[in-house]
């Protein structure tokens, strides 16, 4: 079974700039979940999709967004950058049924470096 | 952002000697994880808590949701070099889903 892929691994943009990655969930996972990676916040959680709609926000500007198709694939994009904004970008995925969540699974990133 | 306090911060051992380590909060969880994550990829799961209390193992890791539902510690034993890497606990809260708080990470490495 395919794990949770990332692409592209690897970005360079300029500040102002914006910038679209994308994330495959395991296949049957419907969850699909963005964290940011930097040395000094460590991981920080930026929004959950689910059935297309977003379930769960964390504490980020409105800059940061997302989306969810009907193939549970997700993007998530970063208008108007800043050099904060450069960390490493995780999907992670789930199986929800009901109640149950599975614990998340995650994709090995994708590198953001904003010059 | 919030994150949760981790210890140690970085360990040094000799390949064969067992290793603990511990997170703890403020706030109670409903669910204890624990992630490894090697340079270059992205955290990989190694043991889900779910009860207060209970005690998981997964080959020589061991991990333990604590009983005031806070903290969460994760036992490695006989450790081997391949162990090396960085071992993040998240906590999530009721009703919270996949929206988890991560601890700070531990540094492992081993020497041979």
């Known amino acids: 079974k395919a794990g949770v892929t990332q692409t592209p691994r690897y970005l360079i943009k300029t500040r102002g700039q914006q910038v679209t990655l994308s994330c495959s969930p395991i296949s049957g996972h419907r969850s699909v979940s963005w964290y940011q990676q930097t040395p000094g916040q460590g991981l920080q959680f930026l929004f959950e999709y689910f059935s297309e709609t977003q379930r769960n926000k964390g504490n980020f500007p409105g800059r940061f967004s997302g989306r969810q198709f009907s193939n549970s694939r997700s993007e998530m994009n970063v208008s108007t950058l800043e050099l904060g904004d450069s960390a490493l970008y995780l999907c992670a995925s789930s199986f929800r049924d009901g109640s149950y969540n599975s614990p998340l699974h995650f994709g090995n990133g994708t590198r953001l470096t904003v010059t | 952002g919030q994150q949760l306090n981790q210890s140690p911060q970085s360990m040094f051992i000799q390949e064969g000697e067992d290793v603990s380590m511990n997170c703890t909060s403020s706030?109670?969880?409903?669910?204890w994880l624990w992630y490894k994550q090697d340079p270059g990829e992205g955290p990989v799961l190694l043991i889900a808590?779910?009860?207060?209390?209970e005690l998981t193992s997964n080959g020589r890791l061991t991990a333990q949701f604590g009983i005031t539902r806070k903290d969460s510690f994760l036992n490695i034993s006989a450790s081997i070099p391949s162990d090396v890497g960085i071992y993040f606990c998240a906590g999530q809260l009721f009703g919270a889903t996949n929206k988890l708080i991560f601890g700070t990470g531990t540094l492992l490495a081993v020497q041979p």
């Open positions: 808590l779910y009860k207060a209390g």
């Open positions: 706030s109670i969880f409903n669910t």
